[in-house]
């Protein structure tokens, strides 16, 4: 798995493991990585320049939150980077974006 797709992946179980918060392709499926063998929905990881690979995570958010919207992407981004220098790929990761791109109510499934 190329450091692309390992980051875009650890990004993914960031998701997976929070709390109140779920990832999302968006409509026609726009925000995924997709590796040879893996496919990881809610997460753009593109390669910059510098040999850097930037994270753009797109979320949905149960509501009413457990806490703000920003503290929500706040612990999403702290779990990636923490996962990052674990498997020592903190030099290669980027910048780290989050978007929450709509809420997730009992009478509302996104």
Wanted: aromatic share 4%.
């Amino acid at each position: 798995m190329s450091g692309r797709v390992r980051l875009a992946w650890l990004a993914g179980q960031a998701i997976a493991v929070t709390d109140g918060v779920t990832a999302t392709t968006g409509r026609a499926g726009r925000w995924l990585t997709i590796g040879s063998q893996h496919t990881i929905a809610g997460v753009l990881a593109v390669e910059n320049a510098a040999g850097h690979v930037d994270i753009e995570l797109h979320l949905l958010a149960a509501w009413p939150p457990q806490m703000s919207l920003q503290q929500l992407g706040e612990q999403v981004r702290r779990r990636l980077r923490r996962s990052a220098g674990m498997a020592g790929l903190d030099e290669r990761l980027g910048a780290v974006d989050v978007a929450f791109d709509d809420v997730l109510t009992d009478t509302h499934s996104g």
